[in-house]
């Protein structure tokens, strides 16, 4: 049993997947991570089915091998696969592999590669409350308020035609 960063508040709404030691890139595969943290899972699988043949590919590969085991481990759970969000990833540097390659004039050159550790949550999201298509009896509200509502409502039509 492996020790995870952050325990989810209700472990039955919640499944797990990590992987330790892995050979590929800690910093792409961080930055690739980042981009699917708090999405949908259809969402996070249809990113890093994008993502491969592009700069991070092999990471982009890991992660998706990750959240298909985080999916299967849910679905083992009972839990439903359409509600499922990432809620927690995260990902650690593992310790540096060392090769040698020999250089000219008898010198020997560190050949290193960078593994890393990474960590999946995925959790069950609560019915969201829908946006009230009418906005009568609606006092004028300010600039950053509106921007933040244009946002919201933006996430809502990207989720929405999933």
Do not use: W
Not at 128 to 143: D, E, H, L, N, T
């Amino acid at each position: 049993m492996t020790r995870y960063a952050k325990e989810h508040e209700n472990p039955t709404k919640s499944a797990k997947a990590c992987g330790s030691y892995l050979r590929v890139h800690f910093k792409n595969t961080r930055e690739t991570a980042q981009a699917i943290k708090h999405i949908h899972l259809k969402l996070a699988n249809r990113f890093s089915k994008n993502v491969i043949g592009q700069k991070e590919c092999k990471s982009a590969e890991f992660l998706l091998q990750l959240l298909k085991n985080a999916e299967s481990n849910a679905e083992f759970k009972g839990l439903s696969t359409e509600h499922l969000v990432v809620e927690h990833i995260q990902v650690n540097a593992a310790p540096k592999m060392r090769r040698r390659t020999y250089r000219a004039h008898g010198r020997i050159n560190p050949y290193m590669s960078h593994p890393c550790h990474i960590e999946v949550v995925l959790a069950e999201k609560e019915t969201a409350v829908p946006i009230p298509k009418s906005r009568k009896g609606c006092q004028r509200r300010s600039s950053r308020n509106r921007s933040c509502c244009r946002e919201i409502r933006f996430i809502c039509n990207l989720h929405a035609d999933n």
